[in-house]
């Protein structure tokens, strides 16, 4: 395989057990940073099931959450959605835009880029200059505000953040290129050659929808993810599915419509994340009966594509491996139905 050579065998993440202390953080909840392409109206809402699994996991202390791709923020402002979890949860989760427009080259810092566009990479570095340890990050979308924090600051983030899992790229085929890194190859370039606790998961292996074994990919249904959870929740998703324009916090407090709901849930869904989140703080039973990580030493050339890593030097990474393939879609669909069921809805 093209830029990929197997240098140890599957693992899974170290975890947090019940009792103990996350770094920087408190008793059995990890810190993060979360990035995401996150709209509304949506682009993919793959993203809307994301944020609400990352909300449902207890055991994140969740800092901050970037919005990739400021500029179109303007317009699809995933604020919103966060302000329906928020709201839900009875939290304060904060948000920030990130830049908008793309690095212009691996180590490009972004200072240039206007100030209204700067939040994300500010967010991402305060909150690793404040944390008493260390702080893991999970990235979605173009890894773009990520990769310029860590231009801006590298000892800072080789002090303080933990295990950065990411979710972009194609694990096998050098002729597809993914869409997470089209968003911006130079951020994909140096994420991969930054030396960082990667844990990558590619979101293809062998083309488009396909997964060969070392992506994330699966598909479900609504009806199957979301038969278990909470009525406001499943009023947070026909919003984020009807790309609704009522006041957003009033209709997730809203009786789900039958005829809506039922709508909702003969939908499908690809996925690529939401149960994955939990190995980052829980050991990883069950999911982990059907995926772990290996370490792979991984070299990526200029344009963004895999090398043998003949011509530059290769990082080592933990690379996602399905372990189980034929129980993978179903386990990692129940697994995520299961967080969604356990919703921590706040008092009224």
């Known amino acids: 395989m093209a830029g990929l050579i197997l240098a140890a065998g599957i693992l899974l993440f170290p975890t947090t057990r019940a009792g103990d202390a996350a770094p920087g953080g408190t008793p059995d909840r990890t810190p993060l940073i979360y990035c995401t392409d996150l709209f509304h109206p949506h682009e993919d809402p793959d993203d809307h099931f994301d944020l609400?699994?990352?909300y449902a996991l207890p055991g994140f202390d969740l800092r901050g959450i970037v919005l990739d791709q400021g500029q179109r923020q303007l317009a699809r402002p995933g604020s919103i959605p966060v302000s329906q979890l928020n709201a839900l949860t009875g939290r304060q989760v904060p948000t920030a835009i990130g830049l908008a427009t793309k690095l212009?080259?691996?180590?490009?810092?972004?200072?240039?880029?206007p100030d209204p566009f700067q939040g994300g990479v500010r967010m991402i570095l305060d909150t690793l200059r404040g944390a008493t340890g260390r702080v893991d990050i999970i990235a979605v979308g173009s890894v773009r505000d990520l990769m310029a924090a860590f231009n801006r600051e590298p000892g800072l983030f080789r002090e303080q953040a933990g295990r950065v899992l990411v979710f972009i790229g194609e694990a096998s085929d050098p002729a597809f290129r993914e869409y997470n890194v089209t968003l911006d190859p130079h951020a994909y370039v140096g994420l991969m050659r930054s030396g960082l606790n990667l844990y990558w998961v590619p979101c293809f292996d062998g083309g488009l929808w396909y997964n060969a074994g070392h992506a994330s990919f699966w598909q479900a249904t609504h009806a199957d993810l979301l038969g278990s959870a909470p009525p406001e929740l499943v009023q947070?998703?026909?919003?984020?599915?009807?790309?609704?324009?009522?006041?957003p916090l009033r209709f997730v407090r809203q009786a789900v419509d039958p005829a809506r709901r039922e709508a909702l849930f003969g939908q499908r869904r690809n996925l690529w994340c939401t149960a994955i989140f939990r190995s980052l703080t829980v050991p990883g039973e069950p999911a982990g009966e059907v995926f772990g990580f290996e370490k792979v030493a991984v070299a990526v050339d200029d344009d963004g594509d895999l090398d043998t890593g003949n011509?530059?030097?290769a990082a080592t990474v933990h690379r996602f491996r399905v372990r189980d393939p034929a129980r993978y879609a179903e386990v990692m669909t129940r697994e995520t139905a299961e967080i969604l069921a356990r919703f921590p809805m706040a008092s009224k």
């Not at 212009?104 to 880029?113: H, R």
């Not at 998703?237 to 609704?244: C, N, P, V």
């Open 311 to 313: 011509a530059i030097p």
């Open 236 to 247: 947070y998703f026909i919003y984020a599915l009807e790309k609704g324009t009522a006041d």
């Open 104 to 113: 212009t080259s691996p180590g490009d810092k972004a200072l240039e880029q």
């Open 52 to 54: 609400a699994t990352l």
